[in-house]
């Protein structure tokens, strides 16, 4: 079976898109999803440009991947620059990172318009640059910006950017529909004229954008004439209306064209990432999205509701099980098993049938009422304890209370006082805070500290709040996401009420509980 390299471009061009924003410690849990996912490459961004990326870096070169290898991001050499000497360039040279992906021009109109330099002079950019990293000892992938404008208006020159790229020595040459303005013929013609150029010697890629809702249909196009590595962002997100959306794009290589991308396994993960990512982006999944949407495989009555349970491949294109999906309304008590068992396996716990089958029912109940456990794995994990007996409280509240005062010049204060039992011992405190959260954390802390000294390490790191039904106004359920880490790992935990700040005790006292959990207070 013929493979096909993924590339995964979230963690750069995918924020760039409105609203898209994650911290350093975010970013670098998605990309080990992305790497238990089973992509190859993962696009990071640009090495130092900002305190953020320069933390994200640091914190990759630390980090250990089973499959996936980092990308540092950057551009060709300057007009009025050697390669040696540019500033760019000498950082991805010097970045921990073993693959550099280089973006350059391509289109005549941005050689006018933009870069202002002759043809000639961008040609020596794209080859200098590539041949300098390759000294370096770097991998280069080199993005051809705006390749299939450019060879509508003229294909030679084209052509002859991306050779000029495939003879300085790079690994693949992707072919980049940068403003997302061609449609499927188009792309598979401008394709398979850059294969017949570059033959063998060199893997032709393909990036898409999707500003005409054709991002997956070009990037499809593009391999069924040749193209070997798939870049996208997951659920497509980026730019203006966003980039090819890598989660729909592995789903049809492998179950629709017979590509092989990932292994079964991986593949049953894919709804599993797919909401991660948004649920740490503070999105709500799509419910629509084909494949890992919630209604992707939902049937509502009459002939659909018949047809399915005679045979499920009357309304349904594949067994969603084979993306991590489920079917909504054929649910037996076999539905969700595996991911119930496998979950509790990964954190030591065995659950017998009857177990499972409580579980998932709670799960279903709890995901009526507002909860999410994509990014809450924290939280998820309790639940199975409980289900097991497993599960001990730190504490018993008697009660807590939050007063928040507005004082004249505008000095807001906020007070928390929790009353609570631990080991039969009442305790009592007050403290102040920069907000409920905050006061209602460092009372909880002053009370039972002495008791679980572990607590010292635990620290809230992110905190998100998201209306469940917005027509209710200030009236509406909130769900309140927390992440907490000890400096060695990070978990989540999810609250929800029509109280923000019972939502976020809730959230609150779990990330606490999570990480107090045997093996886990060394």
Known sequence: MNTIQLYDATLRDGMQGEGMSLSAQEKLRVAHALDELGVELIEAGFPASNPKERELFELLAAERFDHAQIAAFGMTRRRDSSASADAALVLLAASAVPV??????TWTLHLEKIVKVDRAENLAMIAESIAFLRGEGKRVIYDAEHYFDGWRAEPEYAIACITAAAEAGAETVTLCDTNGSSLPSQIAAATSAA???LGEHVRVGIHCHNDLECGVANSLAAVE???????????GCGERTGNANLISIIANLQLKLGYRCLSDEQLARLTQTAHFVDELLNFTPDPNQPYVGRNAFAHKGGMHVAGVSADAATFEHIDPALVGNERALLVSELAGRASVVEKAAAVGLELDDAAVARVLERVKTLEHEGYQFEAADGSLELLLRRETGEYEPLFELDSWRVVVENRAGGEVVTEATIKIQVGGEHYERTASGNGPVNALD??????????????????LVNYKVRIVDEAKGTAAVTRVLIDASDGNEVWGTIGVSDNVIAASWEALVESLERGMLPGRTA
């Open 442 to 459: 460092a009372a909880l802390r002053a009370a039972i500290v002495n008791v679980h000294p572990h607590l010292a390490d635990i620290e």
């Open 195 to 197: 294969i017949a150029a």
């Open 225 to 235: 004439v040749g193209a070997r590595q798939v870049q996208g962002t997951v659920n």
């Open 100 to 105: 550099c992906t280089l973006v350059g021009k």
